[in-house]
């Protein structure tokens, strides 16, 4: 949000919400040790309302019944919260344009004014994430809150740092991340990336359909493709060879087209050599051969 804006307020006014407040309301609210992380990357001053006081933060409620109004009437729908968020972000933009009843300049003009008394933003926005370890089973998963997911087969056994976010969850190794995945909150859930495993099923082709991480990625179709591309005599290394091609290209692209197995390999292949040799010409050999025989 702070980078929204450009800088840091001197003082950010909060509700008594639990997430933030762990003891207390208002001016003896005791702010929560992620909430005090946050004030101190930014260098604000934390400020809490009091309990049922609407008049402290009175032009708080009124551009969230503005907000609403105007940005979700009639209700919208997205396919996901980062669509949601960046519809409200670009209603956001556009009100800047409003000019409110008894001020001089737009929205847009006064925010100027209110920026020159803000604090500068910090080099690293802040990471608002929890995090936890864990160690990577022998199915290639990460167990967090009851669900499981996937990682690369190469981290097998091997112990990674799992961030989440309120919909997001990323794990990381190295100081790199290896996996991301949407944040499922229904329990005893398997997800699987069929990434994550294709150097497993190349080394043992034979269970590609028993595989959950295959049966649970790919259209039931494409199975019953690719089983009849099986029965045609394809081998287990170049049905993983058309399963990678689907995941880059689509399921049904491959399913359509003449999709040669080797297509890369044939490529690369085909590529002319930059460095022409030319061939040599033996039969100078076969003459010296031939005068030292005349000898």
């Not at 260098?43 to 019944?65: I, Q, W």
């Not at 604090?119 to 089973?137: F, G, N, T």
Request: hydrophobic share 35%; charged share 30%; aromatic share 10%.
């Amino acid at each position: 949000m702070l980078e929204f804006f450009g800088g840091v307020p001197r003082k950010v006014i909060f509700d008594n919400a639990r997430i933030a407040v762990k003891d207390g309301f208002g001016a003896h609210a005791k702010v929560t040790d992620k909430y005090a992380a946050l004030a101190a990357h930014y260098c604000f001053d934390p400020v809490f309302c009091n309990v049922r006081s609407g008049n402290e933060k009175g032009l708080v409620e009124g551009l969230v019944n503005t907000s609403r109004s105007n940005f979700l009437v009639p209700i919208p729908k997205f396919d996901s919260m980062e669509d949601l968020n960046a519809h409200l972000e670009q209603e956001c933009i556009r009100y800047r344009n409003h000019r409110v009843q008894g001020h001089n300049g737009t929205v847009a003009e006064e925010y100027e004014v209110e920026k020159a008394a803000m604090y500068p933003l910090p080099e690293r926005k802040y990471d608002p994430c929890r995090r936890i370890e864990a160690r990577v089973s022998r199915y290639s998963l990460v167990s967090f809150e009851k669900n499981r997911y996937s990682v690369p087969v190469d981290y097998v056994g091997k112990t990674v740092t799992v961030k989440v976010l309120p919909e997001k969850i990323s794990i990381w190794a190295g100081g790199k991340q290896i996996a991301s995945h949407t944040r499922w909150f229904r329990t005893e859930q398997s997800i699987y990336d069929l990434k994550h495993y294709l150097p497993l099923l190349r080394q043992k082709g034979r269970a590609i359909f028993q595989a959950k991480p295959f049966l649970d990625n790919v259209p039931e179709e494409f199975v019953k493709w690719l089983e009849k591309r099986k029965d045609d005599g394809l081998k287990p290394k170049e049905l993983v060879d058309l399963i990678e091609l689907a995941l880059e290209i689509g399921f049904d692209k491959v399913m359509r087209g003449d999709i040669r197995i080797n297509t890369r390999i044939e490529n690369e292949s085909s590529v002319p050599d930059p460095v022409p040799v030319e061939k040599p010409d033996m039969s100078v050999y076969d003459s010296l051969l031939g005068e030292e025989v005349s000898a």
